[in-house]
């Protein structure tokens, strides 16, 4: 049966009361969970975890037959870390009354002291971790200099669980970034507040920090002045430079092949060595067109024209002569030209995209003179 009438306090909820049957009744045998039970229903109706006396909890024992030993510590370990749970995640100071009552109760209990640490220590980490997790929502009251102080923790004590908190936090962020391939300044500013709130450092792992650094570069494309800079090449007059990368030139080409194959037979002999033997068959030639990589170069995006130079290869077009351009999401710009068609330049993942959004906003007149 369940206890009626009361008001029921957290952590702890109603427990049935289980029963006698008839048949253990006969044999005088007693449900001992029970015991467990009618402890946590006390504390259920209890204002307070001192409302809960030895007294009580040796009543209970006894009635349901169970024994303060070895045989029932997790039950009494479970009933305190349910109050120690809350201890930490609600607790505003290191003298907080939520302390005298998990005092109290490892008392009553009877838990010895390792065990206490034990429940107190996974308490501590799950709720230290919501709460820097709550902190970084703005949910949470404390800043982390007093949760550190409420926890007994030093910096290194809770290092690993900060970090923990802000890597998920930053993980779901981070998932946007990707989706956007932008990384701005707003961004970066709430990161760099989220880990000064943790007091954590503000750095990520190699390749983290180089996908920031290209979703950064791609941003700043976007968004910042597009000013010209400096180079070691002779321009036409009022001609500016812009952009420059390693690049390579590519031309669209049908390439023949054979498709040919060999059938292999295999043998082997009695020193384990194997050979095989090819026997070449004819098959008609197939025809591919795809784009081959001719000469590696510099590219340079000026306000007049786009230059590319190679070791064989030197190229200029005007930019009043290329219509537009068409980039393939990864490293290939295709600049569409009035009189010599397409133009194809393959750059690095890193630099391709930035080519291609500086180069729009120059045909716009965005650049500044």
Known sequence: MFLKG????????LQEIEERGLFSSLLNGKPVQNAWAEINNILVEAEKAQ??????????????????DE?????RSGIYRKLADVIYSEAQSEEDELFAQGKHLAEVLQLPPHLVKLADKGAKTSAYYNRCAALLKGEEKLDIQTLNKVFHYDYEDGFAIRRQAFDDHFNK???????????SVEVEDGLIADCKTLDIPYEFKPHIASALEKYRGIWNAENHEVTPMEINLPLEKDEACYAYANSGFCE???VEREDNYFELTRKFSIDETVSFKGEHIEHPTIKEETTVLV????FFLT????????QTIQKAYALKDIESATFDGMSMITYHTKKDGNLIFKYSDESAEIMYIIFNRIKKGENKK
């Open 303 to 310: 306000n007049q024209r786009i230059i590319f130079l190679g």
């Open 6 to 13: 009361c008001v029921i306090l957290k952590p702890y909820t």
């Open 295 to 298: 000469e590696l170069g510099y």
């Open 71 to 75: 045989t029932t510590l997790e039950q």
């Open 252 to 254: 669209h080409k049908v």
């Open 51 to 68: 409302d809960l006396t030895a007294a009580q909890v040796t009543s209970a024992m006894k009635k349901w037959g169970a024994k303060m």
């Open 173 to 183: 962020i981070f998932d946007g970034i990707s989706e956007t391939r932008r990384f």
